[in-house]
């Protein structure tokens, strides 16, 4: 599980066009998700804006199984829409599925005697 990305955490950003000079990356931007503090700064998310050399930068993709303000809580190596990723997140807040979550989700499945040998003789 990654750590929880916030207001001020810092991103890298690749890009080099229009050119010659490249987009540098910046700290994610105000205002992020106000009423949800992580380590006393606003929370992340999908959608937010991040300073970079050129163009605002924005994060991509955020953990769509955590919501704050309804968008996906960003974290530590999300994409950016440059290229980029965030590259920095607050190490006492970790989100998204850790692998024992997915064992224990699974071990919670109904068990079916006739699934179960319809999958042991491949029909599914």
Same mark, same amino acid.
Request: proline share 22%; hydrophobic share 40%; aromatic share 2%.
């Given at each position: 599980m990654p750590p929880? #990305?916030? !207001? /001020? *955490?810092? $991103? !890298?950003?690749?890009? !080099?066009?229009?050119?010659? +000079?490249? $987009? +540098?990356?910046? @700290?994610?931007?105000?205002?992020?998700? @106000? /009423?949800?503090?992580?380590?006393?700064?606003? #929370?992340?998310?999908e959608g937010d804006m991040a300073v970079c050399v050129g @163009?605002? *930068?924005k994060i991509s993709r955020g953990e769509a199984s955590v919501l704050i303000g309804n968008k996906p809580a960003a974290r530590l190596g999300d994409p950016m829409e440059h290229g980029g990723t965030i590259v920095l997140g607050c190490p006492t807040v970790l989100i998204g599925s850790s692998p024992q979550g997915v064992a224990l989700s699974a071990a919670t499945a109904p068990f079916c005697e006739e699934c179960e040998k319809n999958r042991r003789r491949g029909i599914e």
């Open positions: 929880a #990305a916030r !207001v /001020t *955490d810092m $991103h !890298v950003c690749p890009k !080099v066009e229009p050119g010659p +000079v490249p $987009h +540098v990356g910046g @700290p994610i931007l105000p205002a992020g998700e @106000p /009423t949800v503090l992580i380590g006393f700064m606003p #929370a992340a998310r @163009p605002p *930068d």
